[in-house]
């Protein structure tokens, strides 16, 4: 299977809340299935729920790509600036201001780079837990 196809995949179902979107990967063929109630999009084979051959691809929460990967990156880069980090993470709209803060700090890119990185180990880890072997 394609490590892209499981990507866009788990951005699909990443890019709402969890169980707003859901998507299914065939563990024998790599097909990929996408269902969200939000835009109406329901491709998912009849009997989906009972088929052992497809597997869901899992919410970004699911892998600890949330806030975990924020705490990390904060420990590592800027750990001076936990305490005024944890202030902007104490209300909503708390990523946006995270991100303003790294671009204020220069650092913003190195965000970006940092979590691409690690939700790409973390999808590549899910897809050996789970037997997907996977062509880069």
Same mark, same amino acid.
């Given at each position: 299977?394609?490590? *892209?196809?499981?990507?866009?995949?788990?951005?699909? %179902?990443?890019?709402?809340?969890? $169980? #707003?979107?859901?998507? $299914?990967?065939?563990?024998?063929?790599?097909? *990929?299935?996408?269902?969200?109630?939000?835009?109406?999009?329901?491709?998912?084979?009849? =009997?989906?729920? #009972?088929?052992?051959?497809?597997?869901?691809?899992?919410?970004?929460?699911?892998?600890?790509?949330? *806030?975990?990967? %924020?705490? #990390?990156?904060?420990? /590592? /880069?800027?750990? #001076?600036?936990?305490?005024?980090?944890? =202030?902007?993470?104490?209300?909503?709209?708390?990523?946006?201001?995270?991100?303003? $803060?790294?671009?204020?700090?220069?650092?913003?890119?190195? +965000?970006?780079?940092?979590?691409?990185?690690? *939700?790409?180990?973390?999808?590549? /880890? +899910?897809?050996?837990? /789970?037997?997907?072997?996977?062509?880069?």
């Amino acid at each position: 299977m394609k490590n *892209t196809d499981i990507e866009l995949a788990f951005e699909f %179902v990443s890019s709402g809340s969890p $169980y #707003e979107h859901t998507a $299914y990967i065939s563990k024998s063929t790599g097909e *990929t299935f996408f269902q969200s109630d939000l835009s109406g999009e329901d491709d998912l084979p009849e =009997g989906y729920e #009972e088929d052992e051959d497809l597997l869901e691809i899992p919410h970004k929460n699911d892998l600890d790509l949330g *806030t975990a990967l %924020v705490w #990390e990156f904060v420990g /590592n /880069n800027l750990p #001076e600036d936990h305490g005024r980090i944890r =202030g902007i993470f104490s209300s909503r709209g708390a990523y946006g201001r995270f991100k303003s $803060y790294l671009d204020g700090k220069g650092i913003l890119d190195s +965000w970006y780079e940092f979590e691409e990185a690690k *939700t790409k180990e973390a999808i590549r /880890n +899910w897809c050996q837990e /789970n037997g997907i072997s996977v062509e880069e």
